[in-house]
């Protein structure tokens, strides 16, 4: 609702709990593996997708139906779940679903770099960030990317992104765009957080998605072996880099790999990281950062069952279920087999 | 120094320093309790709202649960019977 007033967590997570039991379980991605994607539909309409399917199965079909009933379905309920949360507990949730914000931020300035009409910006934007409907319009109808830097203007964004917008109009690359909009975010994830325990664990998970992100840019870097400052996409907040270490790692692949399954993440990590030497894949570290991310999620919510915690443990699950079902849906149009699709599922 | 612990209590009695009087006392306790469980109830009846406005079939467990910390209250008003 707002930042003011004393935080409510036993009714959201009374709500997001039961919420949790409708997510997919196993039985259920087994079955959507063996379908079509008018089954999926199909199967999502008998589900708690219900409304967004029947609300968009006139205009759309198919796998794009599937894809912006997800979307939309995503962000209704995480604007639910920040309508219902009050006072600090708002911050904290906010705080974690302004990536929604930052995404919205980068596609409209990808449409407007691009001159995509309107309504194909509309339909890739996920509402689940802070920004209401009316700035959201505004953003749309901003024809420049300079209209777009304009309307953002006494939001977070607005500093970065106007200091960014010269280094734009001399470079004409979205880059530093990009990077301003995703710094804005991260210095904002991490910074007050309050003292108390479950706070402290959910720091400890926003920094290890924080240590995965840099881990991940790192070793895109060193394997493509581009001459990219890799100091420019270093995201501050992590515990495992600092700038200057991963400038000089992003250098030496084996160095890299060597660091990462040295440190604390090493256990959950190791035998991706093993897998990307061998196979020289970086899907399968990506997956493993993901699953490392959801399994510390599922623990979260188990050990302070009225706090903070398990609101971001069904926010990562119901992240999770949607990419997953839109994985099987993008698989299936593919034509990929139901095994490669199930690889593909990231499924604790 | 037997003497002067004796006026001491005296002189604390007279300025109303302690609690005598058995039927304030239980007053109190009352009162402590009933305020121990109107703040228990506060965070279950939130949470019973909230798992009701998901799940109606949940109303009856809900109502229970929530009143469940007033039995606090009952077992604190045995004092009063009892002094």
Do not use: C
């Amino acid at each position: 609702m707002s930042a003011v007033g004393s935080s409510n967590p036993e009714y959201v997570v009374a709500r997001v709990r039961a919420r949790r039991g409708s997510l997919y379980g196993d039985e259920e991605y087994r079955k959507l593996t063996r379908m079509g994607p008018a089954e999926i539909a199909r199967f999502m309409e008998e589900s708690s997708y219900g409304a967004e399917i029947n609300a968009l199965g006139s205009r759309h079909g198919g796998v794009d139906l599937i894809e912006y009933a997800l979307n939309r379905n995503l962000a209704e309920q995480f604007d639910d779940i920040l309508d219902w949360s009050e006072g600090e507990l708002y911050d904290l949730i906010a705080r974690y679903l302004r990536k929604f914000d930052a995404w919205n931020v980068k596609t409209v300035i990808r449409g407007a770099y691009t001159d995509a009409d309107q309504s194909s910006i509309e339909v890739d934007l996920i509402r689940a960030g802070e920004f209401d409907d009316r700035r959201i319009r505004r953003l749309l109808e901003a024809d420049s990317i300079d209209a777009v830097v304009e309307v953002l203007e006494d939001t977070i964004y607005g500093d970065p992104l106007r200091e960014a917008y010269a280094e734009y109009e001399e470079t004409d690359t979205l880059v530093p765009l990009e990077n301003a909009v995703d710094r804005a975010f991260y210095e904002r994830l991490l910074s007050g957080l309050g003292n108390d325990e479950p706070t402290q664990q959910y720091e400890a998970f926003l920094k290890a998605e924080v240590d995965f992100r840099n881990a991940t840019n790192a070793l895109r870097l060193a394997r493509s072996g581009a001459d990219i400052d890799p100091a420019a996409y270093f995201i501050e907040g992590g515990e495992l880099f600092t700038r200057g270490s991963l400038a000089r790692l992003a250098r030496n692949l084996d160095e890299l790999v060597e660091y990462i399954a040295d440190s604390q993440y090493g256990d959950e990590l190791g035998p991706a990281l093993r897998e990307l030497e061998e196979a020289d894949s970086l899907i399968a570290f990506e997956h493993a950062t993901d699953a490392a991310l959801l399994a510390y999620g599922d623990r979260l919510g188990t050990i302070h069952p009225v706090s903070i915690t398990p609101i971001i443990s069904y926010i990562l699950a119901k992240e999770r279920e949607v990419e997953n079902i839109r994985a099987i849906a993008r698989g299936k149009e593919a034509g990929l087999s139901a095994d490669e699709i199930e690889s593909e599922l990231v499924i604790t | 120094m037997l003497e002067a612990t004796n006026e001491l209590g005296n002189v604390a009695l007279q300025a109303g320093g302690t609690l005598t009087d058995a039927n304030a006392a239980a007053a109190l306790a009352v009162g402590l309790a009933a305020l121990g469980a109107g703040y228990a109830e506060r965070g279950i009846g939130s949470a019973a709202v909230g798992a009701m406005a998901e799940d109606d079939d949940l109303f009856v467990n809900g109502l229970i649960l929530t009143v469940l910390p007033e039995t606090i209250v009952i077992l604190a008003l045995v004092v009063v019977f009892i002094v």
